[in-house]
């Protein structure tokens, strides 16, 4: 079955940016729709943004303006480019990739966002 494996979370500044990878086969990246969703201690997990397998997207309010979702289907890369962070981002985000009839998750990385 399919894996999915996040990478690029870490300590970030207030103000800074990081940009994190999801990998994941080429079944996934031809026909599935994918999001990255987050879930802080104590909280609910949320979703973060979407991208349909043609390219369209959606972000929660919180991110609109400082999120960019993207996907590189050749590559079967999808990324989550998060700039002027703020500590209510801190979080683990995931990468979730959702078919007709089955869904995936990663296994998260955290982000930390602290001066």
């Known amino acids: 079955q399919v894996q999915l494996v996040e990478s690029g979370g870490g300590l970030v500044q207030p103000g800074g940016s990081l940009r994190l990878s999801c990998a994941g086969s080429?079944?996934?990246?031809?026909?599935?729709?994918m999001h990255w969703y987050r879930q802080a201690p104590g909280k609910q997990r949320e979703l973060v943004a979407g991208i349909t397998s043609g390219g369209v997207t959606n972000y929660a309010d919180s991110v609109k303006g400082r999120f960019i979702i993207e996907r590189d289907n050749p590559r079967t890369m999808m990324y989550l480019q998060m700039n002027n962070l703020e500590s209510e981002d801190t979080a683990v985000y995931y990468c979730?990739?959702?078919?007709?009839?089955?869904?995936?998750w990663g296994q998260g990385t955290q982000v930390t966002v602290s001066s």
């Open positions: 080429p079944r996934i990246f031809r026909t599935y729709e």
């Open positions: 979730h990739a959702l078919g007709d009839i089955e869904e995936f």
